[in-house]
């Protein structure tokens, strides 16, 4: 079973940045569609971006612009760049395939955006 990491998170104001990283177990990692989602307080979790194998992106409509979801294949990992943070965005953010494996879902990690 593959089980992915995310780090990265962390408390950061309105219009700030942050970076996540995910890493995966497993030798297939590159020919994985990857995905990130996030479960804000009092929401079901919900998909934000994905990465095919070959590199082709797709955003939640109120990320576009703002995130940039991309991967190195030689790493087994697959990153987050989110700019012009809003509270909006507070939430656990987690990796996994897409679509997502039952069971690989990691512990995530906690971004918060608040003055």
């Known amino acids: 079973q593959v089980q992915f990491v995310e780090s990265g998170g962390g408390l950061v104001q309105p219009g700030g940045s942050l970076r996540l990283s995910c890493t995966a177990s497993?030798?297939?990692?590159?020919?994985?569609?990857m995905g990130w989602y996030r479960q804000g307080p009092g929401n079901l979790r919900e998909f934000v971006a994905r990465?095919?194998?070959?590199?082709?992106?797709i955003y939640v409509d109120s990320v576009k612009g703002r995130f940039t979801i991309s991967r190195d294949n030689a790493k087994n990992t697959v990153y987050l760049q989110m700019n012009s943070l809003k509270p909006e965005d507070t939430a656990v953010y987690y990796c996994?395939?897409?679509?997502?494996?039952?069971?690989?879902w990691g512990q995530g990690t906690q971004v918060t955006v608040s003055s």
């Open positions: 497993g030798s297939i990692f590159s020919t994985y569609t």
């Open positions: 990465i095919t194998s070959y590199g082709a992106t």
């Open positions: 996994n395939r897409v679509p997502p494996m039952i069971g690989s």
